[in-house]
């Protein structure tokens, strides 16, 4: 089918149970694809579009693995592995591994990745910085704008992902952050993993106008990343808080002090807490189903 349509922009399956794999060899001529969607397609196993320099837009959700070319000049990405996170890291290593090598997210304006997948880039990012000890990875994505994190859990790993990702990834020019937090609370909050062991990274935030974080349990991880956009974001305009519980809590673990800094910030309306979802402030890739 693809073969027959050379001049194809637009690719978008959506829960596909008859096709296997998919493959673009440079035969088919497919130069002007632009946007490939592919979501939850259970019979997949492999999807190959290495060959399409076209590309600048790809969002996808599922367990299996693709190839991208390394010299798309990408606008965006949508990327969810809903999938144990033994296999996910395999997949991931070879998907993300060449980003700091390559072009690939040098235009990269918008990025929605799950925590599955923050994981795996954020160890990777951590890893170079340490290798190149006095030099940071930096500007690996010099353009974005808006960045969404699907959070499937979140405890102190999860929080220190996103320390390590904000640090190391070179973000500076971030304006807009969207985070999604599990639907339940994930376990115990005091546990084995219960020490972030990372100090919040300095001077990432400057540009960070808008924050939404919908699905906000009072989880005190969920809150030490609240009171760490308040405290680094000098330009913020709005925080909003998608909440059942309309009036700041008690949490355990985090100190009065923080807690009457969050009251002041509600009170003064630097802080938005709403019961139900702020239709006018969507993230770009709002559209795009993932449920794992």
């Not at 991208?68 to 890291?89: C, E, H, Q, W, Y």
């Not at 500076?172 to 999604?180: A, P």
């Not at 800094?261 to 709403?274: D, H, K, W, Y």
Request: net charge neutral.
């Amino acid at each position: 089918m693809l073969a027959l349509c050379p001049r194809l922009r637009v690719l978008g399956l959506r829960s596909c149970t008859g096709i296997s794999r998919v493959a673009v060899t440079p035969a088919m001529g497919l130069s002007s694809l632009r946007t490939v969607t592919i979501i939850d397609c259970s019979s997949l196993i492999g999807v190959d579009f290495a060959v399409v320099y076209s590309l600048r837009s790809f969002r996808y959700s599922g367990g299996f693995c693709f190839y991208l070319p390394g010299d798309a000049m990408f606008a965006d990405l949508d990327i969810r592995f809903g999938i144990k996170k033994s296999r996910n890291v395999l997949i991931c290593q070879k998907v993300f591994s060449g980003w700091s090598e390559t072009r690939v997210c040098s235009k990269l304006a918008t990025l929605t990745i799950c925590s599955n997948v923050l994981f795996v880039v954020s160890s990777l990012l951590n890893a170079t910085s340490h290798a190149e000890s006095t030099k940071m990875v930096g500007d690996l994505f010099p353009r974005m704008t808006e960045l969404q994190l699907i959070m499937l859990e979140m405890k102190a790993p999860e929080l220190a992902n996103i320390y390590v990702f904000l640090k190391n990834s070179g973000c500076s020019n971030l304006e807009r952050l969207f985070v999604q937090l599990p639907t339940a609370p994930s376990g115990l909050l005091v546990d084995s993993f219960d020490y972030v062991g990372l100090e919040p990274p300095p001077d990432v935030l400057e540009n960070l106008k808008v924050v939404k974080i919908t699905i906000f349990s009072w989880n005190r991880y969920e809150l030490q990343l609240v009171l760490f956009v308040l405290r680094k974001a000098s330009s913020l305009h709005k925080l909003v808080l998608i909440t059942p519980s309309l009036e700041p809590l008690h949490v355990p673990g985090i100190q009065k002090a923080d807690l009457l800094f969050l009251a002041e910030a509600v009170a003064n309306g630097e802080v938005i807490l709403s019961g139900s979802d702020d239709a006018a402030t969507q993230p770009f890739h709002s559209d795009v189903s993932a449920d794992f």
